[in-house]
């Protein structure tokens, strides 16, 4: 589904990526994990196609297309999925306004027709389940008010909405309440299926017992310097980052 | 250069969407201004001695008064004598019904998407059509006339209602109050006139459509809407003019009065062409709008939408004379390419518990300047007068400028005011939310801005909001890419 190939990236002319390579199949769950600044944020806005990030070298592929020909909104459409660290506010702009638009532009570009007004709410109460989330919420203007873990909640209540093949999860356990990560857990695992696939970019390996990855891999310096499976995370978690980093 | 600014560089160029022009044959007069052309459209018109004298009272003053400078505008200077002052489309003298209309102007209103055949027209708004010098057209004048309404163009009615005309024309605007205000009164050619008696809730939208269509022509239409004791009346304005390399000058003068609990919502979606990229043409809007709260309790709400124009110096008002009256204005001004703009509001408080609410948004694209530029006053009388202002500037791009210039003249203790201003930017982040999420970044923008403006948008009766919506996101198109 998804192949990442010699991945190197920078930001205002500094590198932050060093050669990422990864291979990601439907239905695998990767977590990338890794110290503040190894940079996790980085790779999740390159696959999303943010354009502060300029790559250098590399390739990514998905389901075939090189990904990197492709504008942001072109990514989404295709079915990449980002729940943002640090979702963003936009003012006087309603929840139902923002998805109406993000849902029927997925749409057309599936050659589907726009959903109505009544469809669309009808659709909607039926993911804001998955997440628990609340009409006060959906109500209101995006993220505008929303306390951190409602925004995290939001993010993957956007993530039921839109359906993504792949969606890339950054640090979306930060912020939140051992309650809160085990509704937004719970709402990945729903969503989940053999057809999609999942990233998910953390510093703990708490999130982990809840979404558990098929492998682990950790970024230390722009680079991977450890993949293995699952049991990985909890070793990092018992020995700490320093073990890798002397190791690297 | 940012990735954002090229971003918001390349989503503002849209072409003008009304810039055609009608071919058809006017009455048109000699270019220039003098005493005799003053007298010359009045005897076109074939008005009264007392109107005459109104206007040649206007035009004398007017030679004793200077362009105001205050502005924050840069405005080339305007050569009076090198404009046509009336132009009419020529049409049988007298309509009786709508198969006497010319066909090439009922083509033109809708093109405009303001058919004017009643059956097709949006249900619930009468309009009145005004070309160049003229009103050609009235919607659902018989219905309104049903409930005692009168809703025609400003000629009729000086000819129908001579009294009510004269009893209330200049009253909220005296033909010296200002420069543009002065030539209005002088030369004024026609516009809507608008009275609903006492007790009266007006049924449907009224609206007045004004299109320029002659070249070299300016227009200068006087709207006069009168608010009989507890009436009440919503009002819309629209207006687009060809494109033309030539500036051509728009100087209206609106009056409200409203008296007794009378309640009077006026609201404007200015879209006059606004020039090419490189600030080449566009009209010079010199608007003088005032509202006069006479009675206890009345209310006057001003919104406006401004997005046309070359250059827009315009601060519709409001005079609360009477006890527990209100003013409101609410706007939403987007300035793009070379634009300038330079609008606000007065709310003068004379009345005891009189209230008055400002809520201004600007937004500033390509090189253009957006000011606001405000006044509240407070007489000595005025009591417990309150104020709230709200003055927003949205900068897309490092190049154009928002600016604010609140006045505050207080002479009563009792009285609260209030102000805030806020400054910000359409953030790369907002707009990469918005892309990750399948929309397009020129789609994102109109969100964006829109969701900044919904506070006013709100304020518009619904097909007026949805046709502004997509204005403000029209008129950005290519200030981002």
């Keep these: ?248 | 250069m940012t990735e954002q600014d090229k971003i918001l560089d390349t989503v503002t160029k849209q072409e003008y969407k009304y810039g055609f022009v009608t071919d058809i044959e006017s009455d048109t007069i000699e270019k220039g201004l003098n005493e005799e052309v003053v007298r010359l459209i009045s005897a076109k018109k074939q008005e009264p001695q007392w109107l005459l004298d109104f206007r040649l009272k206007a035009y004398r003053k007017w030679l004793e008064m200077k362009s105001p400078n205050w502005a924050y505008l840069k405005i080339p200077s305007i050569d009076f004598q090198d404009i046509i002052y009336y132009s009419a489309p020529k049409q049988k003298k007298q309509l009786n019904s709508l198969d006497e209309v010319d066909p090439e102007l009922l083509e033109t209103f809708n093109k405009l998407g303001i058919p004017l055949e009643e059956q097709k027209h949006l249900a619930g708004v009468a309009v009145d059509a005004v070309m160049d010098s003229v009103s050609v057209k009235t919607t659902f004048k018989e219905t309104l006339a049903e409930r005692g309404i009168i809703f025609c163009s400003f000629s009729e009615a000086v000819r129908e209602y001579p009294d009510l005309v004269k009893k209330y024309l200049g009253n909220a605007v005296p033909y010296a109050d200002n420069y543009f205000a002065a030539l209005n009164s002088a030369v004024f050619s026609d516009g809507s006139f608008c009275y609903i008696p006492k007790g009266v809730r007006c049924p449907m939208e009224l609206s007045t459509y004004f299109r320029i269509n002659a070249a070299n022509t300016g227009q200068f239409e006087r709207t006069l809407i009168v608010a009989d004791d507890d009436s009440y009346v919503s009002y819309l304005e629209g207006c687009t003019a060809p494109q033309r390399d030539e500036n051509q000058l728009h100087a209206a003068v609106v009056e409200i009065i409203a008296l007794e609990r009378a309640e009077v919502k006026y609201s404007t979606v200015q879209n006059w062409y606004p020039g090419d990229k490189n600030g080449k043409g566009g009209i010079y809007n010199f608007v003088t709008k005032r509202g006069i709260c006479r009675g206890d309790f009345s209310k006057i709400s001003w919104t406006q939408v401004e997005t046309g124009s070359a250059i827009t110096w315009k601060y519709p008002s409001c005079v609360m004379l009477g006890d527990h009256s209100t003013g409101e204005f609410y706007s939403v001004a987007l300035t793009n390419n070379h634009q300038q703009a330079d609008t606000g509001t007065k709310m003068i408080h004379i009345g005891k518990n009189t209230r008055s609410l400002i809520v201004s948004k600007g937004i500033s694209a390509g090189v253009s300047n957006n000011s606001y530029r405000g006044l509240v006053k407070v007489a000595s009388r005025a009591d417990k007068a309150r104020n709230f202002s709200q003055c927003d500037s949205l900068l897309l791009g490092d190049k154009c400028g928002a600016h604010t210039f609140p006045y505050i003249e207080c002479s009563n203790k009792t009285a609260i005011l209030e102000h805030e201003a806020t400054t910000s930017k359409i953030s790369e982040d907002q707009i990469f939310y918005c892309n990750q999420r399948g929309i397009g970044t020129e789609d994102a923008i109109g969100m964006i801005v829109n969701g900044y403006a919904r506070e006013v948008l709100n304020k518009l009766p619904m097909e007026f909001a949805v046709e502004a919506q997509k204005l403000l996101q029209i008129s950005l198109e290519g200030s981002v890419g």
């Design chain 1, 1 to 248: 589904m998804l192949q990442i190939k010699n991945l190197h990236a920078s930001v205002d002319g500094k590198e932050i990526l060093k050669g990422i390579s990864i291979d990601v199949k439907p239905g695998e769950i990767h977590a990338i994990m890794g110290p503040n600044g190894s940079g996790k944020s980085t790779l999740a806005n390159v696959l999303a196609g943010h354009e502060k990030y300029e790559v250098t070298e590399g390739e990514i592929f998905f389901e075939g297309e090189n990904l990197l020909e492709l504008a942001a909104e072109e990514r989404a459409r295709n079915g990449i999925f980002l729940s943002f660290q640090y979702p963003i506010e936009i003012p006087g702009v309603s929840m139902v306004n923002f998805l109406k638009t993000a849902v029927n532009e997925h749409r057309k570009h599936k050659g589907l027709e726009p959903l109505t007004a009544s469809q669309f709410l009808k659709l909607m109460e039926e993911k804001k389940k998955v997440v628990e989330i609340s009409s006060q919420l959906t109500n209101r203007s995006v993220n505008e008010g929303f306390s951190g873990g409602e925004k995290k909640r939001n993010e993957i209540f956007q993530m039921a909405m839109l359906e993504p093949k792949l969606a890339i999860l950054d640090e979306t356990d930060s912020g939140l309440d051992i309650d809160a990560l085990r509704i937004v857990a719970k709402g990945v695992n729903t969503l989940k299926s053999p057809h999609n696939a999942t990233i998910v970019v953390t510093h703990y390996q708490r999130l982990l017992e809840y979404i558990v990855p098929d492998y682990v891999h950790v970024l230390y310096n722009g680079k991977i310097v450890k993949s293995a499976g699952k049991e990985l995370a909890l070793e990092l978690e018992k020995k700490g980052y320093d073990w890798i980093k002397n190791e690297s």
